[in-house]
């Protein structure tokens, strides 16, 4: 019987054992892997090859980390400091979160010195937002070019802001289209050697595009789990992705999405449409215990904080009680949380697994 209080998907969780820094390597972060039942197998990334075989189809998310953190200032001299929560369809009407904002107002301009670009607030929206109107895309870019940063997850902690290789490693080797405000973490642990030894292997390997929004940092709230709402997010699927994916499920050959993002883009793909079907959506889908999984057949991810969403889809997937058992040899091996931290390859279809 499922859960949906939210004091079950938590747990404690040492400060320490948030990951500041990525492995020294991509593929030499720890993996753990999983099936709904039986011994979990400890390795390191590097071996997640020894985990597929040929047909199988592997999904990444192929989204690019904007400079979404940037800095004006208003005409008295004041230092604002903008978040721009996602590439927009007009700049003009650009939503960004905004600190301090106690005293801004609908035509407050803000100046980016180092770009030379001024814009105007144009409109004050709820939960603290703001649109600024751009006065066109190559101003949006140079913005965030020249006087914007790498937005680095709050827990991860930066005094004079992200270093040289965070620019490198907090993107995946790749990373195509711009337009996420958060990296697709379980992506990170790829090098461009470990997919080509899959690809030879007879692993097909497919991209979409889920541009990660602000909400994927919103804290679960209300006691009852499945009252949490969260927050639409772009993806796109291209017409060669989708045919391959409709095979795959027609020939019964697993599809494995890398990440909580690849995953939602398509299992809400497969919910709307009833086939893997091309195009650009947008997709608010949150996937708890008791949802039916449509897409995938495996994941890989990162270990996520204790009552999160994320905990939620991983434990959908998996039932809460074989997570949290998971979970729990997690800590007790010293494996690393979130953005820079470990993976796991959750296998819920499989019987026992090479150990």
Not at 55 to 74: E, H, I, P, S
């Amino acid at each position: 019987m499922e859960t949906y209080r939210l004091e079950d998907y938590t747990f404690d969780l040492p400060p320490d054992r948030i990951a500041q820094t990525p492995a020294a390597a991509r593929d030499e972060s720890a993996l753990l892997v999983a099936a709904r039942e039986g011994a979990l197998c400890h390795t390191r990334f590097r071996a997640v090859t020894d985990y597929f075989r040929a047909g199988d189809v592997l999904v990444l998310n192929q989204t690019r980390v904007m400079n979404a953190r940037c800095f004006g200032y208003k005409d008295t001299g004041t230092k604002i400091e903008i978040f721009v929560l996602g590439m927009p369809v007009d700049p003009a009407v650009t939503w960004v979160l905004a600190k301090p904002s106690k005293r801004l107002k609908v035509g407050v301009k803000l100046h980016f010195r180092q770009a030379d670009v001024h814009a105007e607030i144009v409109e004050k929206g709820e939960l603290g937002k703001w649109a600024l109107a751009f006065p066109s895309f190559d101003a949006l870019h140079a913005v965030m070019a020249q006087d914007g940063e790498l937005p680095l997850p709050p827990y991860i902690k930066r005094e004079a802001g992200p270093g040289q290789d965070d620019y490198d490693r907090y993107q995946t080797v790749f990373a195509r289209e711009t337009g996420a405000v958060a990296a697709p973490t379980a992506g990170l642990h790829f090098t461009d050697a470990l997919l080509d030894t899959l690809q030879q292997a007879g692993v097909t390997v497919l991209k979409v595009t889920h541009h990660v929004g602000i909400g994927t940092f919103k804290p679960l709230i209300a006691a009852d789990v499945r009252d949490h709402l969260m927050e639409g997010e772009q993806y796109t699927i291209d017409a060669a992705t989708a045919d391959s994916l409709n095979a795959a499920k027609q020939e019964n050959r697993r599809i494995i999405a890398v990440g909580t993002t690849s995953t939602r883009c398509l299992e809400a793909n497969m919910q709307q449409f009833g086939r893997f079907t091309a195009g650009t959506n947008v997709t608010d889908l949150y996937i708890y215990p008791g949802y039916t999984f449509l897409a995938i057949d495996g994941l890989i991810t990162n270990f996520h904080l204790p009552g999160s969403s994320l905990i939620l889809l991983v434990s959908a997937l998996m039932g809460r009680d074989r997570i949290m058992t998971i979970y729990r040899e997690a800590l007790a091996r010293d494996y690393r949380f979130y953005s820079y931290g470990d993976a796991m390859l959750l296998l819920p279809g499989e019987g026992a697994l090479p150990s």
